[in-house]
Nanobody, 119 residues
Framework: EVQLVESGGGLVQPGESLRLSCAAS????????MSWVRQTPGKGLEWVST????????VAAYTDSVKGRFTVSRDSAKLYLQLNSLKTEDTAMYYC????????????WGQGTLVTVSS
């Protein structure tokens, strides 16, 4: 069974940092593109970042609003998202997602981890 379990969320002040993790199991993690997506009540679902499979060089892409502040990475079994210089508008539930197919689509989602940025 494919499972994705996020962790690392919390309450921080503007300008601070967090590191989110997503533990993957049940599939050959290195073979798949992985993404971070966030959800807020006002804006709905927003794609944040995607990282290609290890064999494709683990190349990262970001939505414009987080470029230069967020960094996605992966190791053999986990996906990470380093969140720096957090802003109040980054407050959201953050989900990791396993991508499949071509063009890639979001096949499996984790349960999410909540990030709250507030002074």
């Amino acid at each position: 069974e494919v499972q994705l379990v996020e962790s690392g969320g919390g309450l921080v002040q503007p300008g601070e940092s967090l590191r989110l993790s997503c533990a993957a199991s049940g599939f050959t993690f290195s073979n798949y593109y992985m993404s971070w997506v966030r959800q807020t009540p006002g804006k709905g679902l927003e794609w944040v970042s995607t990282i290609t499979s290890t064999i494709r060089g683990s190349v990262a892409a970001y939505t414009d609003s987080v470029k230069g502040r967020f960094t996605v990475s992966r190791d053999s079994a986990k996906l990470y998202l380093q969140l720096n210089s957090l802003k109040t508008e980054d407050t959201a539930m953050y989900y990791c997602a396993k991508m499949s197919g071509w063009p890639p689509y979001f096949e499996v989602w984790g349960q999410g981890t909540l990030v709250t940025v507030s002074s």
